[in-house]
């Protein structure tokens, strides 16, 4: 026979270990299967309709301390959430920036490369002219080094001729 609502009975208050696994049937992991899940919900049920009216407030007041602490880690997750989207898009623009920035440097280096290459360029030209001219004065050094022997030589013989003229010169005179 049911008892008045609020009044219990020694088989409702031998319920408390019913109560124990109503909480554990609702603390349960929402990773069940589908018939794990309707097989417990329907435990549940059972077990909550045999409990009194202080037991079923007890029960109410711990679902709700549950739901409030659920609400209020939900809303931390949501804060994390939120912040984690801030530090995302933060480092987005962040990336785009060094992106940006390694473009110009890519662009830069390879204007510093063409720059090298046309400076390695005007180098090798410069060289094969110096070389070019370096030969060449050698070559005119080389011919003056053999004029100036020949006219030293000759310088020689005309010097020789000279004293032989004065010789002759000073013979004449005597």
Do not use: P
């Amino acid at each position: 026979m049911l008892a008045a609502w609020g009044d219990s009975t020694d088989e409702e208050e031998g319920s408390e270990e019913e109560e124990e696994e109503a909480i554990t049937l609702m603390a349960r992991s929402e990773t069940d299967s589908d018939e794990e899940s309707s097989d417990s919900l329907i435990r549940f049920k059972n077990k909550v309709s045999g409990l009194n009216k202080t037991k079923l407030k007890e029960f109410l007041f711990t679902l709700m301390d549950e739901c409030d602490a659920l609400h209020t880690e939900n809303c931390d997750r949501r804060d994390e959430y939120d912040e984690l989207k801030r530090d995302i898009k933060e480092l987005e623009q962040k990336n785009k920036i060094l992106k940006d920035e390694k473009i110009e440097l890519d662009m830069n280096n390879l204007v510093l490369y063409e720059d090298l290459e046309r400076v390695k360029e005007t180098f090798r030209l410069k060289e094969e002219n110096f070389v070019t001219n370096l030969t060449k004065l050698e070559n005119e050094s080389l011919d003056l080094k053999q004029k100036i022997e020949s006219l030293l030589v000759e310088n020689q013989n005309l010097y020789e001729k000279l004293k032989q003229v004065e010789i002759d010169k000073a013979a004449n005179k005597r």
